[in-house]
């Protein structure tokens, strides 16, 4: 695992994430950010996640990140918490009214790691319920749950079927064949 972020380097991302949903409710261009002005460990390659959920009632209102670094996390952060905000197809785009309304969870994933296993009956057994981040793969379809989910989803059998649900087959695939699998675990905060 990656050194973990200080209290400081989160509240920078949590601002740089509400900055840019400012921003882009505007349709103003993001600020750019002076890379050589912050941490390592926030300008280093990193992946992920921006959650964002209503304050008033909890409910989820946008949700998008990627599985494997290609950008400094700050970077990372910034795209992911306009995406959250103005592309989740489940949504409207968030209106700048909403904004103050919004909380804003951040989960940088650690290196994914492939599991290994010749029977789907052993499946749920590898998976760490409320620690693992899971990747299912099958051929071009792929999906993913962020380790938040098992909140909802305790039961491994449960959240794998859901899991196959999200990627667009039936849910009990994984249970009929062995499916490209990895895990990852995240380091989350939020404002």
């Known amino acids: 695992m990656v050194k973990k972020l200080s209290k400081k380097e989160k509240a920078i991302l949590l601002s740089i994430a509400r900055e840019a949903i400012i921003h882009a409710t505007h349709n103003k261009e993001l600020p750019v950010l002076d890379l050589s002005s912050y941490s390592f460990e926030l300008v280093e390659n990193g992946a992920s996640f921006v959650t964002l959920h209503r304050k008033n009632d909890g409910q989820l209102r946008g949700c998008i990140g990627t599985l494997e670094p290609y950008q400094p996390l700050i ?11 103005m592309e989740d197809y489940r949504f409207p785009p968030v209106s700048y009214n909403e904004v103050s309304n919004l909380t804003i969870e951040i989960s940088r994933l ?8 010749s029977n789907p009956n052993e499946l749920p057994g590898m998976l760490n319920p409320g620690i693992d981040g899971v990747i299912l793969r099958d051929g071009g379809r792929k999906a993913t749950f962020l380790p938040q989910v098992w909140d909802q989803l305790p039961n491994p059998e449960q959240f794998l079927d ?3 649900h999200k990627m ?3 849910q009990d695939l994984w249970r009929k064949k062995i499916l490209d699998v990895s895990i990852y675990k995240v380091e989350e905060f939020h404002d």
């Open 75 to 85: 970077l990372d952060v910034q795209y992911h918490a306009v995406a959250a905000a």
């Open 162 to 164: 859901h899991l196959c």
């Open 168 to 170: 667009g087959s039936g």
């Open 110 to 117: 650690t290196p994914s790691l492939a599991l290994s296993y």
